[in-house]
């Protein structure tokens, strides 16, 4: 398309807009900015939201298209008022904008206002944001963020802004939540798109969205809208709350214009990784091996196993190229001897130099793409911007491994809990096609035990030996928090920080620089102060430091699932050997509760030996994700945790 002709398709785009606005414009509600009605101020909250911090009175999106410095461009407007009910909502105040810039092309801030009302005396006190609370902030080469801040917030406050974007990039339109964390009263959002532009929409949620569509003189008008809205509260095991906001996207399909070529943007895979196999810092860098050859010869001479030299390269790749805490799934640079020699990459960089040593040493290796937990769940149809992160996958025979060269203390089967997101693309450029694979491995199950044998003095002092032994996901843990600690004396002052009356007296790790071993932590030690005593009983919670004090799970009702990330198992096994002048008086009884298809346990034993006393209190997490439906299942096991942990050990004195 000429820049006449795109001008012409533009102006005839535009020109339609006006009757195109005239018959819709009476469909959406109107909030006119700075017209406070008084009552507003005596909004409430209450019901399941009766604790929210603050509500959003309502939240207007408008979206349309006009002509910008590169062709059509894309114009968001969006006006929201909130009620701040308490001090905990006085964040609304602080509103933040991304936007993108290079080479000219980009995200821009048309126009931004805001102000905050206050009642006083009864007349209302309209504060306006100022231009010294107005911030920008350059993130790196390409995004700046826009900070504003509004003043003389108060309990009891109702604020507002609004703001107006163009974005020169149409291809994906800036999605519109409907849901936010706190409760909202009215919701709406209108699209108009021009006829010869098609997107194809992707809603997600449960809130009730009311939709209506139709098709007008110059293209369509969309329109929708939600009532009382309840705040989604953040809960555990989750990947990012956002996956579960309801909301709407649009994606460009296909562009028709009139004497012109039609343009046709819905990928397929197989489109989707030719492109990749094409792209210089992706396919391209894979494909260059002189480097790759150099490297190889000299880490695998004379090995002939194919476990080991896997091995071998995974452990030169991570410990080699230092990640710079940047994920990506193109590089930074457009050859492997370049990362290699700045000894410092992205996830891409570092996990796409592996894969091409990889394949150097003759091992069977794939890229494969993936969205991170914070990121949310990949849509599912043909989109690559949807990722942001590659790994490795090698076969060996008929085992599947997974590689993630990003950190020191990942192993081969071990990749980052980023992205544990439960399904990657793995993409296969010999035939040009790419498939999704699984990432959950729920026969691997992560362990922590903890093993305590103590005895207990007449002082009520307990003295004796502890050992922690991790693996998995726990034992990645707990590495990166001695190794992030300054020395192991404040590794260990931060372990007794939440632990009132443990001494240690020795302390020593093994296996810390050898993730493929389990972690195994042992401790001298003494605890006082945690047997309580009244009159000739005492009293001791077996558990100590260890125990589940609340349950994780808060909801009444939960609609979304459940996502521990992989399997886990908590084991707690503790011998007390007590004095001879002390007689069990009372004692938890043993208890066993199992969720249907054993997908979730709870097991507490306790024994007694002339005068030594032992327990045993196990939670096993056999599998990653737990169905909404499954939710209540799994809320009152842990209710039945926290009950049984709880109870106590009652000595009598004779």
């Given at each position: 398309m000429t820049k006449s002709t795109a001008l012409l398709f533009c102006l005839l785009v535009l020109g339609s807009y006006a009757s195109y606005a005239q018959k819709t414009e009476a469909k959406p509600k109107v909030f006119k900015y700075g017209k406070v009605d008084p009552k507003e101020f005596d909004t409430k909250v209450s019901g399941p939201d009766s604790a929210a911090s603050a509500i959003a009175l309502f939240d207007i999106g408008k979206g349309y298209f006009e002509y910008g410095n590169k062709g059509m461009a894309f114009v968001f407007e969006c006006h929201t008022r909130f009620k701040i009910i308490n001090k905990n909502g006085y964040d609304r105040a602080n509103f933040e904008l991304q936007l993108y810039q290079h080479n000219g092309v980009g995200t821009t801030l048309m126009s931004m206002d805001g102000a905050t009302y206050n009642m006083e005396n009864g007349q209302m006190v309209?504060?306006?944001?100022?231009?010294?609370?107005?911030f920008s902030e350059?993130?790196?080469?390409?995004?700046t963020l826009k900070k504003f801040t509004l003043p003389n917030v108060k309990e009891g406050s109702i604020i507002e802004y609004k703001y107006k974007i163009k974005s020169d990039y149409i291809f994906q339109l800036r999605p519109w939540f409907f849901q936010r964390d706190i409760p909202t009263v009215f919701s709406e959002y209108s699209l108009s798109i021009p006829e010869f532009y098609r997107y194809r929409s992707s809603p997600g949620g449960f809130v009730n969205i009311h939709p209506y569509n139709e098709a007008v003189n110059g293209g369509t008008f969309y329109h929708y809208y939600a009532s009382n809205v309840p705040g989604l509260k953040n809960e555990n095991f989750v990947t990012t709350m956002d996956d579960y906001k309801s909301k709407i996207s649009f994606e460009l399909s296909s562009i028709t214009v009139p004497g012109q070529v039609y343009q046709d943007f819905s990928s397929s895979w197989p489109k989707a990784v030719k492109s990749l196999k094409e792209e210089t810092n992706f396919g391209q860098f894979i494909a260059k091996t002189s480097y790759h050859k150099t490297v190889v010869s000299g880490i695998t001479k004379g090995i002939e196993n194919p476990d080991t030299t896997l091995l071998l390269i995974f452990n030169h790749v991570k410990n080699n190229i230092k990640w710079n805490k940047e994920m990506s799934y193109y590089t930074?640079?457009?050859?492997?001897?370049?990362i290699f020699e700045k000894k410092t990459g992205s996830s891409a960089d570092i996990n796409l130099c592996l894969l091409g040593l990889l394949k150097e040493a003759k091992i069977e290796a794939y890229p494969v793409l993936l969205s991170t937990r914070s990121n949310g769940s990949h849509p599912g149809f043909p989109v690559l911007t949807a990722f942001d992160n590659v790994v490795v996958l090698a076969k060996i025979g008929e085992r599947n491994i997974l590689l993630d060269a990003t950190d020191k203390n990942h192993r081969p089967g071990l990749i980052a809990y980023e992205n544990l997101n439960h399904q990657g693309l793995m993409i296969?450029?010999?035939?040009e096609n790419a498939q999704w694979i699984g990432m959950d491995d729920d026969s691997n199950i992560s362990r922590k035990n903890y093993t305590y044998s103590l005895k207990l003095d007449e002082e009520n002092k307990l003295t004796g030996n502890g050992f922690i032994a991790s693996t998995g996901y726990e034992a990645l843990k707990r590495r990166a928090e001695y190794l992030s600690a300054t020395n192991e004396a404040d590794f260990l002052k931060s372990y007794k920080s939440d632990k009132p009356g443990l001494n240690i007296l020795k302390y020593a790790i093994n296996n810390l620089n050898s993730p493929e071993e389990n972690l195994v932590e042992s401790l001298e030690l003494s605890i006082e102060d945690n047997?309580?005593?009244a009159g000739n009983l005492a009293y001791f919670t077996p558990l100590l430091f260890e125990r589940t004090k609340e349950n994780p799970f808060r909801l009444e009702e939960r609609k979304f699932p459940v996502d521990f990330a992989y399997p886990q198992e908590e084991n707690y096994r503790i011998t007390v050997e007590f004095p001879k002048g002390y007689v069990i008086d009372k004692m938890p009884k043993n208890e066993k509760i199992i969720l249907p298809g054993e997908r979730a346990s709870f097991t507490f034993l306790s024994a007694v030996e002339g005068n030594r006393l032992m327990l045993?209190?196990?939670i096993a997490i056999k599998t990653s994700v737990f169905s909404s439906e499954e939710y209540h299942e799994l809320k009152e096991l842990f209710m039945n945790v926290v009950r049984k942990q709880a109870e106590q050990i009652v000595f009598k004195k004779s």
């Open positions: 309209i504060s306006k944001i100022g231009k010294d609370a107005k350059k993130q790196d080469r390409y995004y930074s640079e457009t050859n492997p001897k370049s296969d450029f010999a035939l047997v309580e005593e045993n209190s196990k």
